[in-house]
């Protein structure tokens, strides 16, 4: 039997609709939902609300549980372990900005019918059943193949934000 890694992610929107993505800064750069890996001993809900904290220099208010997906497949590389992820929808209670630039290369709000590229398996698939009114879901999600080059196309992402000064 695989191992099985665990991770959260927050579904955070504004009043247009938009939803908070971060761009990874390391390895395809691939853009997701703001969150993390869940420490030992720690739980789902304080692990999204401190990666959420760190990423966005601010912290959320969990609403409900959109579901738990667990991520699965060889697409990225052989080897990789499953991750079960815990996505929460989320409210800010404050102003996000980059606070992780090691971690994070972006912030941005996007549309999520018009989601950048290359973006993460999971967050597919939990927007798309957000947009269908779901919550509480439970998911086999499988991952996409690795992008060609992790840099190749720069997205006009609107509005970008920056690093806390």
Same mark, same amino acid.
């Given at each position: !039997?695989?191992?099985?890694?665990?991770?959260?992610?927050?579904?955070?929107?504004?009043?247009?609709?938009?939803?908070? !993505?971060?761009?990874?800064?390391?390895?395809?750069?691939?853009?997701?939902?703001?969150?993390?890996?869940?420490?030992?001993?720690?739980?789902?809900?304080?692990?999204?609300?401190?990666?959420?904290?760190?990423?966005?220099?601010?912290?959320?208010?969990?609403?409900?549980?959109?579901? !738990?997906?667990?991520?699965?497949?060889?697409?990225?590389?052989?080897?990789?372990?499953?991750?079960?992820?815990?996505?929460?929808?989320?409210?800010?209670?404050?102003?996000?900005?980059?606070?992780?630039?090691?971690?994070?290369?972006?912030? *941005?709000?996007?549309?999520?019918?018009?989601?950048?590229?290359?973006? $993460?398996?999971?967050?597919? $698939? *939990?927007?798309?059943? !957000?947009?269908?009114?779901?919550?509480?879901?439970?998911?086999?999600?499988?991952?996409?193949?690795?992008?060609?080059?992790?840099?190749?196309?720069?997205?006009?992402?609107?509005?970008?934000?920056?690093?806390?000064?």
């Amino acid at each position: !039997m695989s191992s099985i890694e665990s991770a959260v992610a927050a579904v955070i929107q504004d009043p247009a609709g938009r939803i908070l !993505m971060c761009q990874q800064s390391q390895g395809h750069r691939l853009w997701g939902l703001p969150g993390g890996t869940i420490n030992r001993g720690e739980s789902p809900l304080h692990a999204v609300v401190r990666d959420v904290r760190q990423e966005t220099g601010t912290d959320v208010e969990i609403v409900d549980l959109l579901g !738990m997906y667990q991520l699965t497949g060889d697409g990225c590389g052989e080897g990789l372990p499953d991750v079960l992820v815990y996505v929460f929808r989320a409210d800010l209670n404050g102003e996000a900005t980059l606070n992780a630039p090691g971690r994070i290369r972006r912030l *941005a709000w996007q549309d999520p019918h018009d989601l950048p590229k290359p973006v $993460t398996a999971t967050t597919v $698939t *939990a927007l798309a059943d !957000m947009a269908s009114g779901r919550s509480g879901v439970l998911r086999v999600v499988e991952r996409y193949a690795e992008p060609e080059v992790p840099d190749a196309v720069e997205t006009a992402a609107a509005p970008v934000l920056t690093s806390a000064a």
